[in-house]
Each structure stands twice: as structure tokens, then as C-alpha cells.
């Protein structure tokens, strides 16, 4: 019995370490994306023919809307 409680401590510890990881790589590919989509748009707008402060107002617009609908919706 002793010997099983060791046991499953240490499958404690794996799952921490493991969730632990999984959270921190999620944010690092939620600020990569992230990055990636505001790059994207911006190049796209300027493509045709928008001034910058436009697109800085379009991206800032649908990020606050998109966080407000998904408050929202749950």
C-alpha cells in the first residue's frame, strides 16, 4: 500500500509538470498567432492603399469586439 501511494504522488507531480507545460506553450502560440494575424492584416491593408492609423483602429475594434462576444456568449 505504501508503495502505490509513491507511486501515484509521482504521477502527481508528472501531471503538474505536464499541465504546467501545456499552459505555457498555449501562451507562447496564442502571442505568436496573435502576432502573426495583426502582421498579416496590416500588410493586407496597406496592400490597398489604407493609412495606418485606420488599420491600427480595425485591428484594435475587432479584438475588443471578439472579447466581448466571447464574454458573451458563455
Known amino acids: 500500500m505504501g508503495c502505490q501511494s509513491g ?7 508528472n501531471s503538474v509538470i505536464t499541465n504546467l507545460i501545456c499552459v505555457v506553450l498555449g501562451l507562447v ?3 505568436w498567432s496573435a502576432d502573426w ?3 498579416g492584416s496590416a500588410v493586407s491593408a496597406k496592400h490597398m492603399g489604407m493609412p495606418p492609423l ?3 483602429m480595425f485591428i484594435v475594434g475587432f ?10 456568449n458563455r
Not at 7 to 13: L, P, S
Not at 63 to 72: L, W
Open 7 to 13: 507511486i501515484a504522488r509521482e504521477n502527481r507531480k
Open 54 to 56: 485606420l488599420i491600427g
Open 37 to 39: 494575424f495583426v502582421e
Open 63 to 72: 479584438g475588443a469586439k471578439n472579447t466581448s462576444r466571447s464574454a458573451v
Open 29 to 31: 502560440l496564442l502571442v
